[in-house]
Protein backbone atom coordinates (compact mmCIF):
# COMPACT_ATOMS: atom_id res chain seq x y z
CA UNK A 1 0.00 0.00 0.00
CA UNK A 2 3.23 2.06 0.77
CA UNK A 3 4.67 2.00 -2.18
CA UNK A 4 1.26 2.72 -4.48
CA UNK A 5 0.99 5.65 -2.52
CA UNK A 6 4.66 6.86 -3.22
CA UNK A 7 4.61 5.77 -6.66
CA UNK A 8 1.20 7.13 -8.14
CA UNK A 9 2.21 10.73 -7.99
CA UNK A 10 5.47 10.04 -9.51
CA UNK A 11 3.62 8.81 -11.91
CA UNK A 12 1.93 11.51 -12.52
CA UNK A 13 4.32 13.73 -12.51
CA UNK A 14 6.42 12.02 -15.02
CA UNK A 15 3.48 11.75 -17.16
CA UNK A 16 2.61 15.73 -17.11
CA UNK A 17 6.14 16.58 -17.97
CA UNK A 18 6.19 13.82 -20.68
CA UNK A 19 3.16 15.64 -22.13
CA UNK A 20 4.46 19.44 -21.45
CA UNK A 21 6.24 19.23 -25.03
CA UNK A 22 5.09 20.09 -28.40
CA UNK A 23 3.35 17.06 -30.21
CA UNK A 24 3.91 14.43 -33.37
CA UNK A 25 -0.02 14.79 -34.70
CA UNK A 26 -2.09 15.18 -37.64
CA UNK A 27 -3.95 18.91 -38.17
CA UNK A 28 -7.54 18.71 -38.01
CA UNK A 29 -7.88 21.13 -41.60
CA UNK A 30 -4.74 22.91 -43.15
CA UNK A 31 -4.04 25.90 -40.97
CA UNK A 32 -4.17 24.05 -37.63
CA UNK A 33 -1.54 23.11 -35.85
CA UNK A 34 0.04 19.36 -36.71
CA UNK A 35 0.54 18.41 -39.92
CA UNK A 36 -1.45 18.31 -43.23
CA UNK A 37 -0.35 17.51 -46.71
CA UNK A 38 -2.26 17.71 -50.14
CA UNK A 39 -1.64 16.02 -53.40
CA UNK A 40 0.01 18.09 -55.94
CA UNK A 41 0.63 14.92 -58.98
CA UNK A 42 0.48 10.53 -58.68
CA UNK A 43 4.14 10.90 -56.85
CA UNK A 44 4.38 14.64 -55.46
CA UNK A 45 3.30 16.07 -52.55
CA UNK A 46 3.45 19.25 -50.19
CA UNK A 47 3.49 18.45 -46.76
CA UNK A 48 3.25 21.13 -43.79
CA UNK A 49 3.94 21.18 -40.28
CA UNK A 50 2.41 23.76 -37.99
CA UNK A 51 3.99 24.29 -34.23
CA UNK A 52 3.32 26.48 -31.32
CA UNK A 53 6.17 29.04 -30.54
CA UNK A 54 9.34 29.74 -32.62
CA UNK A 55 10.10 26.06 -32.76
CA UNK A 56 11.94 26.04 -35.93
CA UNK A 57 13.75 22.48 -35.71
CA UNK A 58 10.86 21.37 -34.22
CA UNK A 59 8.84 21.76 -37.27
CA UNK A 60 11.18 20.98 -39.60
CA UNK A 61 12.05 17.57 -38.23
CA UNK A 62 8.37 16.98 -38.06
CA UNK A 63 7.51 18.00 -41.66
CA UNK A 64 10.55 15.50 -42.59
CA UNK A 65 8.94 12.89 -40.80
CA UNK A 66 5.62 13.05 -42.14
CA UNK A 67 7.54 13.29 -45.54
CA UNK A 68 9.12 9.86 -44.61
CA UNK A 69 5.99 8.39 -42.98
CA UNK A 70 3.84 9.56 -46.25
CA UNK A 71 6.13 8.05 -48.61
CA UNK A 72 6.32 4.58 -47.16
CA UNK A 73 2.06 4.67 -47.04
CA UNK A 74 2.49 5.66 -50.56
CA UNK A 75 4.44 2.35 -51.36
CA UNK A 76 8.02 4.55 -52.41
CA UNK A 77 11.34 4.00 -51.16
CA UNK A 78 13.02 7.49 -50.91
CA UNK A 79 11.98 10.99 -51.17
CA UNK A 80 13.30 14.40 -53.02
CA UNK A 81 12.89 17.80 -51.18
CA UNK A 82 12.44 20.23 -54.22
CA UNK A 83 11.04 22.77 -52.34
CA UNK A 84 11.15 23.63 -49.06
CA UNK A 85 10.58 26.61 -46.44
CA UNK A 86 10.16 27.73 -42.79
CA UNK A 87 7.58 30.56 -41.61
CA UNK A 88 7.54 31.71 -38.03
CA UNK A 89 4.33 34.08 -37.60
CA UNK A 90 2.63 36.41 -34.80
CA UNK A 91 -0.62 37.71 -35.06
CA UNK A 92 -1.70 40.74 -32.81
CA UNK A 93 -5.37 39.81 -32.95
CA UNK A 94 -6.30 41.13 -29.49
CA UNK A 95 -6.55 44.34 -28.53
CA UNK A 96 -8.34 46.07 -25.90
CA UNK A 97 -8.42 49.72 -24.76
CA UNK A 98 -8.43 50.55 -21.00
CA UNK A 99 -9.63 54.01 -19.48
CA UNK A 100 -8.44 55.98 -17.02
CA UNK A 101 -10.16 58.69 -14.83
CA UNK A 102 -10.33 59.74 -11.19
CA UNK A 103 -14.19 60.01 -10.23
CA UNK A 104 -15.25 61.00 -7.21
CA UNK A 105 -18.90 61.87 -5.71
CA UNK A 106 -20.81 64.65 -4.74
CA UNK A 107 -24.07 64.84 -2.15
CA UNK A 108 -26.41 68.01 -2.19
CA UNK A 109 -30.37 68.54 -1.52
CA UNK A 110 -32.60 69.54 -4.22
CA UNK A 111 -35.64 71.30 -2.31
CA UNK A 112 -38.73 72.00 -4.41
CA UNK A 113 -41.80 73.70 -3.08
CA UNK A 114 -43.36 70.81 -1.44
CA UNK A 115 -40.03 68.10 -0.87
CA UNK A 116 -36.57 68.10 -0.46
CA UNK A 117 -34.23 65.01 -1.76
CA UNK A 118 -30.92 63.88 -1.56
CA UNK A 119 -28.78 63.54 -4.96
CA UNK A 120 -25.47 62.11 -5.04
CA UNK A 121 -23.98 62.66 -9.02
CA UNK A 122 -20.39 61.49 -10.09
CA UNK A 123 -18.03 64.56 -10.19
CA UNK A 124 -15.04 63.75 -12.34
CA UNK A 125 -11.39 65.19 -10.86
CA UNK A 126 -9.10 64.01 -13.94
CA UNK A 127 -9.34 63.85 -17.33
CA UNK A 128 -10.09 60.68 -19.24
CA UNK A 129 -7.79 59.15 -21.27
CA UNK A 130 -7.31 55.83 -23.02
CA UNK A 131 -4.49 53.47 -23.76
CA UNK A 132 -5.19 51.29 -26.67
CA UNK A 133 -2.97 47.85 -26.18
CA UNK A 134 -2.41 45.02 -27.85
CA UNK A 135 -1.90 41.66 -26.53
CA UNK A 136 0.07 39.34 -29.43
CA UNK A 137 -0.93 35.73 -30.00
CA UNK A 138 0.98 33.09 -29.18
CA UNK A 139 3.79 32.32 -32.49
CA UNK A 140 3.73 29.61 -35.05
CA UNK A 141 6.53 28.05 -36.86
CA UNK A 142 5.73 26.40 -40.07
CA UNK A 143 7.58 24.76 -42.73
CA UNK A 144 6.30 23.76 -46.13
CA UNK A 145 8.27 20.92 -48.22
CA UNK A 146 7.26 20.43 -51.66
CA UNK A 147 8.44 16.60 -52.01
CA UNK A 148 8.58 13.73 -55.17
CA UNK A 149 8.79 10.13 -54.03
CA UNK A 150 10.49 7.62 -56.02
CA UNK A 151 10.99 3.52 -55.66
CA UNK A 152 13.97 1.25 -55.83
CA UNK A 153 17.69 2.16 -55.57
CA UNK A 154 17.83 6.05 -54.23
CA UNK A 155 19.65 8.42 -56.85
CA UNK A 156 22.63 10.31 -55.43
CA UNK A 157 23.04 13.90 -54.46
CA UNK A 158 20.55 16.56 -54.05
CA UNK A 159 17.99 16.39 -51.20
CA UNK A 160 17.42 12.61 -51.63
CA UNK A 161 16.58 10.90 -48.64
CA UNK A 162 15.72 6.37 -47.47
CA UNK A 163 12.32 7.30 -45.74
CA UNK A 164 12.44 4.19 -43.74
CA UNK A 165 16.02 5.38 -42.18
CA UNK A 166 14.84 9.13 -41.72
CA UNK A 167 11.49 8.56 -39.92
CA UNK A 168 13.54 5.86 -37.83
CA UNK A 169 16.48 8.59 -36.79
CA UNK A 170 13.69 11.30 -36.50
CA UNK A 171 11.79 9.44 -34.43
CA UNK A 172 14.02 8.42 -32.16
CA UNK A 173 15.83 11.76 -31.96
CA UNK A 174 12.16 13.30 -30.90
CA UNK A 175 10.74 9.93 -28.66
CA UNK A 176 7.49 9.45 -30.57
Known sequence: MNKLILTLPVALMM????????????????????YYESVLEKNRYRVAYKARGQNLETS??????????????????????????????????????????????ATYRECGVLTCRTVTRPVYVDEAYVDSM???????TVTFMEIIMGEGARPSGGDFYDAATLAKTIRARINT
Not at 15 to 34: E, F, L, Q, W
Not at 72 to 96: A, M, P
Open 60 to 105: RDYALLRSAELTLEKGYDWFQIVDRNTNTEERDSHSYAVANMRVAA
Open 134 to 140: RRPDPQS
Open 15 to 34: TACASSGPKYMAADDAGDYG
